[in-house]
C-alpha cells in the first residue's frame, strides 16, 4: 500500500491515539522496535452504538487468534475492518489491557510530576479519556485486542505470554470496510513479562486502497465471511 | 490452575430462600446480595446459560470476560474462578461446580450473527440478544444494548486448541449439574437461557434451568 500512502506518524509508547479511518482506507501499524503491543478497539462512527464484538469475531471465524484473512465483527453482524496483511501471525483477542492499579502494581508508580511524560500510562485510562472525546466513555468499552502479541492457550486452558513474537519492521495492516472510529493504545501487554516499564512505539499510516474484490482473501477466508462482507456492503445501499 | 475442579455443594434445596425455573428462550434478571449464594441448574442437560452480572449499585462496573480470564490465567472457568469486574472489583466467586467447564469466550448469539455464521434467511429466529434487550428493557434503570457486554456461558463447552482455533463442542453437562456463586458484592445478574437452535451448545434441544439463591447471612 505504499504508493498511496496519505499519512504517517509515529505513536510513542504509553500512548493512545484514535482516527476515524474512512472506508476505503487502511491501516499500518509497524512495530518499529520489535515487541510493541497495541491494545486496539472500533466502533462504527456513523452509528457509535455498533461497536466492535469479540465474540462474534472469534466464532465466525473458528479462531482465537487473529492474522491476514480475518476480519474484525461488530455486534450488528456486519466488518469493521480486514487483516489484509499480516507479517506477524498472530494477535492476541483473549486477555485485555492494562489497568492503573496493575501497571502500579508491576511497573511502580511515576507520577507526571516527578516524570513529566515518561509517567506510567496504563490502556484503561488511555481508552477512557480518548472515548470522552467522542462522548464516548466506560460503558462503551467491550473487549479489546492485541496486536503484535501472542498468548496460547495450552491443553487445560492455562494462557502462556510468548515473549519474541514481532520482530522490528513487523506490521499489519486493516483495511476499514465501514468508516470505523479507532482508537489505539501502546502501552505493555497486560501479561508481558519482566517489571521494566518499556512500553514500544508504533508507527501509524494510512493509504487508500481498493475496495474487497468478488475474490478477496478475506472475503474467502470462510463462508461466514462471505455472508458479513455482504450484510456490510448492505449497510452502504 | 487446573481446567475442571469438580465441586458438589452442601446447600440444601429446601432451605433456599428462592428458586425460580427460567424456560428455554427467555430472560432472567435478579439482584443477589452481597454473602448470598446462587446456584444455576442444567435442570435436562447441555444448556447453556447466557450470563452477565453487574455491580448492582453501578451498572458501568460490569463482569468483564478479558478480565476474568487474564487475572486466573485460565480462559475455562470452574470452582474457584473470581468474576472480574471492568473496574477490577470481585463480583462473585465460583463455589461449586459439578460439570466443571464453562465458557466466557463465545459471547451471546444475537439475530445479527446467526446470519452471519448460519445463513442469512436465518436472522429471524429467536437468540440470546433478544433476550437480553428485552429483559434490560423490562428491568429499566437506565441500562441500554452498550451495557451488554461478553458475558459467562454457564454449561457450554467451547475449547480453544494450542494452535489458537476455537470450536463449539457439545456440552459437558448433564441433567441436574449445576453452577454455584457466592456475590463477593451486591450484584445484577442477567441471564439469557439461551435458545439457539443451529449449533449444539444446547444439543439442539433449548430447555429450562432453575436458579435457587440462599442467604447464607441468616443461616
Request: glycine content about 8%; aromatic content about 8%; some cysteine.
Amino acid at each position: 500500500m505504499e504508493s498511496s500512502m496519505l499519512w504517517t506518524e509515529t505513536v510513542p509508547g504509553g500512548a493512545t491515539w484514535s482516527h476515524v479511518l474512512k472506508r476505503g482506507t487502511a491501516l499500518r501499524m509497524t512495530d518499529v522496535e520489535g515487541g510493541a503491543n497495541v491494545a486496539a478497539y472500533f466502533l462504527n462512527f456513523d452509528i457509535p452504538s455498533e461497536r466492535f464484538n469479540l465474540p462474534d469475531t472469534l466464532k465466525a471465524q473458528h479462531t482465537a487468534r487473529l492474522t491476514k484473512g480475518h476480519v474484525l465483527y461488530s455486534d450488528m453482524g456486519r466488518i469493521l475492518c480486514s487483516v489484509i496483511e499480516d507479517t506477524v501471525g498472530w494477535h492476541d483477542p483473549l486477555c485485555g489491557f492494562s489497568n492503573n492499579e496493575q501497571v502500579e502494581k508491576k511497573y511502580g508508580k511515576a507520577s507526571y510530576q516527578e516524570s513529566r511524560n515518561d509517567w506510567h500510562q496504563n490502556a484503561r485510562d488511555g481508552f477512557l479519556v480518548e472515548l470522552g472525546k467522542y462522548g464516548l466513555g466506560s460503558r462503551d468499552l467491550h473487549a479489546t485486542v492485541n496486536f503484535f502479541s501472542k498468548v496460547t492457550v495450552d491443553a487445560v486452558g492455562d494462557l502462556q505470554f510468548n515473549a519474541g513474537n514481532s520482530l522490528p519492521g513487523s506490521f499489519v495492516e486493516l483495511r476499514a470496510e465501514m468508516n470505523t472510529l479507532v482508537l489505539l493504545n501502546t502501552c505493555q501487554h497486560p501479561l508481558a513479562p519482566g517489571s521494566e516499564y518499556a512500553p514500544r512505539p508504533v508507527e501509524v499510516s494510512i493509504a487508500r486502497v481498493s475496495p474487497p474484490s468478488s475474490n478477496d482473501p478475506c472475503r474467502m477466508h470462510c463462508r461466514e465471511n462471505a455472508r458479513g462482507f455482504l450484510l456490510t456492503e448492505l449497510f452502504f445501499l | 490452575m487446573a481446567t475442571s475442579i469438580l465441586q458438589s455443594s452442601q446447600m440444601l434445596p429446601g432451605d433456599a430462600l428462592h428458586s425460580f425455573v427460567v424456560e428455554a428462550g427467555n430472560p432472567f434478571l435478579f439482584e443477589i446480595w452481597k454473602g448470598q449464594v446462587v446456584r444455576i441448574v442444567d435442570l435436562e442437560g447441555n444448556q447453556a446459560v447466557d450470563t452477565l452480572f453487574y455491580n448492582a449499585h453501578d451498572y458501568a462496573d460490569r463482569y468483564s470476560a478479558q478480565d476474568t480470564i487474564r487475572e486466573q490465567g485460565n480462559v475455562y472457568l470452574t470452582t474457584g474462578t473470581r468474576l472480574i469486574s471492568s473496574n477490577g472489583n470481585v463480583l462473585l466467586t465460583i463455589t461449586a461446580d459439578t460439570c466443571g467447564r464453562h465458557d466466557t469466550l463465545g459471547g451471546a448469539c444475537s439475530t445479527e450473527s446467526n446470519r452471519v455464521r448460519y445463513d442469512l434467511s436465518k436472522g429471524h429466529m429467536h437468540a440470546c440478544r433478544q433476550s437480553f434487550m428485552k429483559g434490560i428493557q423490562e428491568w429499566g434503570r437506565g441500562l441500554e444494548k452498550r451495557d451488554i457486554a461478553s458475558n459467562i456461558n454457564f454449561f457450554m463447552n467451547v475449547p480453544v486448541t494450542p494452535e489458537g482455533g476455537l470450536t463449539f463442542e457439545d456440552g459437558v453437562s448433564d441433567a441436574g449439574k449445576y453452577v454455584e456463586l457466592r456475590a463477593e458484592m451486591d450484584v445484577l445478574m442477567v441471564i439469557s437461557n439461551c435458545p439457539q437452535l443451529n449449533n449444539p451448545c444446547n444439543g439442539y434441544n433449548p430447555t429450562p434451568v432453575q436458579i435457587l439463591i440462599w442467604d447464607t447471612n441468616v443461616q
